[in-house]
């Protein structure tokens, strides 16, 4: 479940417009043929919008459309990720020399190895025990 978070963006013509606050900015969009449309920056920014974000248009009685950004509901922490974090920030604490930079010769090579990797972000996660299978199936290089 995806909850609307607290910001939204009314017309002019809005009873909160019209009750004594000004419009700061109004901006306009095109529908394509599809009936889609890009959010224009000035309203990602208001809404805090960022690539693969979630929006919800609420419908009011009198006409008027309310544009939100969702907000995924918080998920549980991982139990082992704040300790595990504490532990690698107590050892680069005490031995600060163990931190290398990554060169060029590293990062080359990373490359070479992942590079023509696909990743597929919208595909569902596999099962655990289907994990090995599909890795080796998805993988085209």
């Known amino acids: 479940m995806l909850l609307a978070c607290p910001m939204a963006v009314s ?8 009750a004594g606050e000004s419009l700061i900015q109004e901006v306009e969009s095109a529908l394509t043929d599809r009936y889609q449309t890009t959010v224009p920056q000035p309203v990602r920014r208001a809404l805090g919008l960022r690539k693969r974000d979630r929006i919800c248009y609420a419908i009011r009685a009198n006409g ?8 995924p509901e ?13 532990l690698l920030q107590e050892d680069i604490a005490a ?21 023509g990797i696909e990743v597929n972000l919208d595909a569902p ?8 299978g599909d890795l080796a199936t998805n993988v085209t290089v």
């Open 64 to 71: 008027e459309v309310v544009l939100q950004r969702l907000c």
């Open 125 to 132: 996660l596999p099962d655990d025990d289907d994990c090995a």
């Open 11 to 18: 017309p002019a013509s809005s009873p909160a417009a019209t």
């Open 95 to 115: 031995h600060p020399e163990r931190l290398l930079p990554i060169t060029a010769n590293l990062a080359g090579r990373l490359q070479e190895l992942v590079g």
């Open 74 to 86: 918080p998920v549980e922490d991982d139990p082992a990720l704040a300790p595990f974090l504490a």
